[in-house]
């Protein structure tokens, strides 16, 4: 029978996308919460929430134990684990049944056999189905292994058999490297999975990343609800899935499909799960099994009509599936975009912060958006540190794409860095639109990926003047009652006054000249060239500038982070630009980097320091390493010369830009 309550051991877009399929099917949830989630979104959505918990994971969305006595308290008769967490935790499914609480996802069984990539190979490898060359085997000798590395042939992956997340996976290309890789990624696996156990595969170098949706029920139906093509990546991890896979024919579509059903059924699968599989030239080759729903399922969802939550549901009440095979259709092309807090230019670390200003696009029949997060959110250093997803559908992927383009350009978010800016210009890549796509196309097109923003356009420059004078005090010149600048609409007046200002964006200075002109209007000195800009000012900061007959519409913000309040932000058509009102009685600002102060990237915590005060180091030598997120960023010497201060210790917890050492030139010795 239908669950009337159920609980979700989840937080973020992933609750919130399971409480709506709950909502439609009449069935109460039950959302539970750290500290830190006491007002977030899922918990704001749910029928009824239970508090979990300190902030940290461990002590709170991964208690299971506190999480069955939730279940318990509040009457649910099943546990929804989303993914992450406990989503592929064995004893979490088994805890949960024998609490007399059914899980939403496969046997504990089932997990297991999954659970461990290298397991899961050699099972494959009996079951017929094809395995990229490697070594998964038990012998974890050092020396052992890298001898494999040497007869499987460099560039070899190393993988974390526990893996998940990019977690513990490092590509080696040279015999001289192996050690010091296999080190790094023994010590990620055992942070991150408690389990070092890795194994080795060889790196391809073009490769695609295809996956096929499997479902099945208790009443032995395995069914494939096609493929997804997840080839965009950074740090080996998604950001942009679609379906179907483009360019592959229908018979590679169908083998790949079978070779997936054969999976889930060697293993008696039920509910939802994905098989991975890599894929160069005409082959593809077995990766792992995802026992649970993925990020990206919602592409699936939008070729194929169905909720897979839904599905999921029904399942798990013991009904069959709602279609057989020949019943199961797709129509069109959906493509999803993951949203992430993360510097594009540290290497897509992860970022945290308050999301002080959010606006995402209208949803549509074109555009479907989870987002688990509302303007005002905090992304904090404990979960992972996704947005929302987009997804765009249309009849094929050219439009797809234009719709996700025009999405794209309307979201606007200041607060925390994000990928967006990347996101975008993929979207809009030539290669992209050719389906010209592999899981290198990040790093081979990082060059345009990367490259700074277009410098402000006249537009963004007047929408700046207009802001930073409406936000001048009212009386900044007291010793002037008639200055026109203390008036509160500057444009009524006639007669020669102006103000100058100056705007730094990064990558140039602007200095301008301000003069108001007709009402509405400014006219605006720069570089030689005076240009007269028509504002209309719009509800929600939103603004009308005309400029020689072209109008364009954008948003104008105050910096609300007080530590960023001599910023003024713009979004123009997707773009974000950030104006310093350069104050001109400030230093340079380059004594930062004059002082050979060295700071942390990202938050996180301190897992290893390898210097002391007094040591002598040459620029690029490994300093600190900070772990944030359960992944290891190393942070090294900007330049050579001495540590004079070492700030941090093992243990430490350092929040974003927080000095970590002060490395100074190494004193010429005395000679003579
Ligand atoms: P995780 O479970 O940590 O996410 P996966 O095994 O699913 O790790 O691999 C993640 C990604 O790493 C893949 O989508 C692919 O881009 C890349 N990858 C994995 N194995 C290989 C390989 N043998 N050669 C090249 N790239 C690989």
């Known amino acids: 029978m239908m669950f009337d309550t159920i609980l979700i051991a989840n937080r973020g877009e992933i609750a919130c996308r399971i409480i709506r399929t709950a909502r439609r099917m009449g069935i109460r949830s039950i959302a539970v919460f750290s500290e830190a989630d006491r007002s977030a979104a899922h918990v704001a959505l749910a029928d009824a929430a239970v508090a979990i918990g300190p902030a940290a994971a461990r002590d709170s969305y991964l208690d299971g134990a506190r999480i069955i006595a939730a279940a318990r308290e509040a009457g649910a008769q099943a546990i929804h684990p989303g993914y992450g967490f406990l989503s592929e935790n064995a004893a979490f499914a088994e805890a949960c049944t024998a609490a007399g609480l059914i899980f939403i996802g496969p046997p504990a069984a089932a997990i297991r056999a999954m659970g461990s990539k290298s397991a899961a190979k050699s099972l494959m490898e009996r079951a017929g189905v094809p395995l990229v060359p490697g070594y998964h085997g038990t012998d974890q000798a050092p020396d052992r292994l890298a001898a494999h590395a040497a007869s499987i042939g460099y560039p070899v992956l190393i993988k974390a058999s526990a893996g998940g997340g990019g977690k513990g996976m490092r590509i080696v290309t040279a015999p001289a490297d192996f050690a010091a890789a296999l080190d790094l990624a023994k010590g990620e696996a055992r942070a991150a999975f408690g389990d070092d156990q890795i194994l080795i595969e060889k790196y391809l170098t073009r490769p695609r990343h295809i996956e096929i949706q499997v479902f099945a029920d208790t009443h032995g139906n395995v069914v494939s609800l096609f493929e997804r093509d997840c080839s965009i990546q950074r740090r080996h991890q998604k950001i942009i899935e679609e379906a179907p896979a483009p360019l592959i024919s229908d018979d590679q579509r169908f083998t790949m499909g079978e070779a997936a059903c054969a999976a889930a059924r060697a293993i008696d699968y039920v509910g939802a799960g994905t098989v991975e599989f890599i894929a160069e030239g005409g082959d593809f080759h077995f990766m792992e099994m995802n026992t649970r729903l993925q990020v990206e399922h919602p592409v699936t969802e939008l070729i194929t009509g169905l909720d897979l939550v839904e599905w999921q549901f029904r399942v798990a009440a013991g009904e069959a599936l709602p279609l057989t095979q020949n019943e199961i259709e797709r129509t069109g092309h959906a493509i999803e975009i993951r949203l992430y807090a993360e510097d594009p230019l540290r290497d897509f670390a992860p970022s945290t912060g308050t999301i002080h200003h959010l606006r995402l696009p209208e949803p549509s029949a074109h555009i479907r958006i989870d987002a688990g997060v509302r303007q005002g959110d905090a992304v904090s250093i404990h979960y992972d540190p996704m947005i929302a997803k987009l997804i765009a559908w249309d009849h094929d992927r050219a439009s797809a794409i234009r719709h996700l383009a025009r999405a794209l350009a309307a979201l606007e978010i200041d607060g925390v860095r994000t990928n967006l800016p990347v996101l975008r210009r993929i979207i809009g ?85 301000i003069h108001p002109a007709a009402a509405g209007q400014l006219t605006i000195d720069h570089a030689g060239a005076s240009t007269t800009a028509a504002i209309a000012v719009l509800p929600d900061d939103r603004l009308a500038i005309t400029i020689d007959h072209l109008t364009t519409t954008l948003t104008a913000l105050r910096h609300t982070d007080p530590a960023q309040h001599d910023h003024i932000v713009i979004f123009a058509d997707g773009a974000r630009h950030a104006l310093r009102i350069v104050d001109p009685f400030a230093g340079t600002g380059t004594a930062h980097a004059a002082s050979g102060l060295v700071t942390t990237p990202m938050p996180g915590r301190v897992i290893a320091v390898g210097v002391a005060p007094g040591d002598t180091v040459a620029a690029g030598d490994l300093l600190v390493t900070v772990e944030a997120m359960k992944v290891q960023f190393r942070i090294t010497a900007p330049r050579g010369g001495v540590v004079t201060a070492l700030s941090c210790a093992v243990g430490d917890l350092v929040e974003d830009g927080a000095e970590l050492a002060v490395i100074e030139p190494a004193p010429r010795p005395i000679t003579g």
């Open 429 to 513: 890549h030539p290669d992209f639109a050719a389906a010209d796509l592999d899981t290198g196309f990040i790093a081979r097109h990082e060059p345009i990926l990367l490259a700074p923003a277009a410098p402000a356009s006249p537009a963004v420059i007047a929408a700046a003047a207009h802001r930073w004078l409406h936000d001048l005090p009212r009386h900044a010149a007291p010793s002037d009652p008639h200055s026109p600048w203390t008036l509160k609409s500057a444009w009524r007046l006639n007669g020669p006054a102006y103000q100058d200002v100056t705007f730094d964006d990064g990558t140039a200075q602007f200095a301008i000249r």
